[in-house]
């Protein structure tokens, strides 16, 4: 349970920062697109409102004219051209004296994959264009060669993405020390909860034996009756209910590595098939059991037959009259597959997930009747969950089947 906190922990931890860092990422990643695209569009729009240059000519410098950051260095270190097309999109013109890295031919090229994409703004390979309709029905397309603005952006990407793998990768190795810490206190306090109860179940077994003695004194010196009778029966019932807790407890524990045997969990099936067949038989019930042979398990032997027994006898009690119990024992690949079915009516679905906490009855008066504590299931849990395995339950046609997921421990 511990180690499955941990996991936990780690995972919900990894997830939260992960989920942030993306975030983040992309923030920054698309910040960054926007703020460079937005600078080159005010260049494009004031290159078209001063007719091909960052200010009219003959006018002062003035950078608080400008709505976005401009230097005297501005139009020398910015490549650009300009091309005037016709009303029939042809090239009227095309002023390449800003940029020297295209020819003519290259230009034209350009311009006529700008055209293709029928928009006003946009980019083009490392060009940003914009395109700008002329009163008499042409159009005026001004391209800045953006190389260096992109190569930036991109490179702030590839920084953000590699700070984030770091980061990730630090915060996890922190976790991977550090929730072992986290999880002390919740470690030690379900320690000290065992403990309690293994403790508290030896100093109950002693009153109990005395007022089991004491009720057989009196039965022997005044008779049998109904009082002492229904003394001695809540004596049994709360010295069965105490092993169940301690039960509970140790299966809790972490496995210890001198109880793991190798053994046959199709032969542990098949001998609580052939206990359980009787008792179901002589409530007007029929078992029917598929366990595929030769199936091995590395584990505790005990807990398994423990667990067989929980859910054979859960399902004798709670089978509907004159049902069919159905147990099936396989393995797919590494896992091996427990599934126990009965049909029972009145369940009610959104309980389902409540059927494996401890001392929870669906049916309360007919849990008394046939004597249940509520702890069965929890054991059995607790017996899959100390073998890193699952179970779980589902209801459907009128059957309810429990199925447990045990993987093969090399």
């Known amino acids: 349970m511990i180690r499955t906190l941990r996991r936990k922990f780690i995972l ?11 975030i983040l990422c992309a923030a920054i990643g698309i910040g960054n697109h926007y703020i460079t ?19 009219p000519p003959g006018a ?23 091309v005037m097309l016709t009303a029939e999109k042809e090239i009227k013109s095309v002023s390449m004296d800003h940029i020297a890295a295209l020819d003519r031919r290259a230009v034209v090229d350009t311009i006529r994959r700008i055209i293709d994409t029928e928009a006003a703004r946009g980019y083009v390979d490392h060009y940003r264009f914009g ?10 397309i001004i391209v800045l060669d953006c190389f260096l603005q992109l190569q930036s952006a991109n490179n702030m990407l590839r920084i953000t993405v590699v700070m984030f793998m770091i980061c990730v990768l630090i915060v996890f190795v922190l976790l991977l020390f550090l929730s072992k810490r986290a999880v002390r206190p919740f470690a030690d306090n379900l320690e000290r909860q065992r403990q309690f109860i293994t403790d508290a179940s030896h100093e109950l077994k002693t009153p109990l034996a005395i007022l089991s003695s004491n009720i057989g004194l009196l039965e022997d010196a005044y008779g049998r009756d109904k009082w002492l009778e229904s003394a001695r029966s809540q004596i049994t019932r709360l010295d069965k209910l105490i092993k169940n807790l301690v039960e509970l407890a140790r299966t809790e524990e972490t496995v210890r590595e001198d109880a793991v045997i190798r053994f046959s969990i199709s032969e542990v099936a098949q001998a609580n098939v052939d206990a359980f067949r009787p008792l179901a038989e002589a409530d007007g019930k029929s078992l029917a059991a598929e366990i595929t042979d030769g199936i091995f398990l590395k584990g505790v032997q005990d807990n398994f037959f423990r667990l067989f027994s929980i859910l054979l006898d859960n399902a004798v009690k709670y089978c509907d009259p004159e049902g069919v119990i159905r147990l099936s024992v396989s393995q797919r690949g590494r896992n091996i597959y427990i599934a126990v079915s009965n049909p029972c009516a009145g369940v009610n679905a959104a309980q389902l ?40 339950n589902h209801y459907a046609d009128g059957a309810i089947a429990f199925t447990a997921v045990i993987p093969q421990i090399s």
């Open 353 to 392: 997930p409540r059927y494996f906490d401890r001392f929870y009855r669906a049916d309360s008066s007919r849990a008394r009747s046939t004597g249940g504590y509520g702890i069965g299931l929890s054991t059995a849990r607790a017996i899959v969950t100390r073998h890193k395995g699952r179970i779980s």
């Open 131 to 140: 395109m700008f309709p002329d009163k008499n029905g042409g159009s005026t």
């Open 60 to 82: 002062r410098f003035d950078p608080s004219n400008f709505d976005f950051q401009i230097t005297p260095e501005t139009p020398f270190e910015t490549r650009y051209f300009m």
């Open 12 to 22: 919900i931890a990894m997830a939260s920062l992960v989920g942030t860092m993306v």
């Open 37 to 55: 695209t937005n600078r080159l569009d005010h260049a494009i729009a004031l290159l078209r409102q001063n007719g091909g240059a960052f200010h």
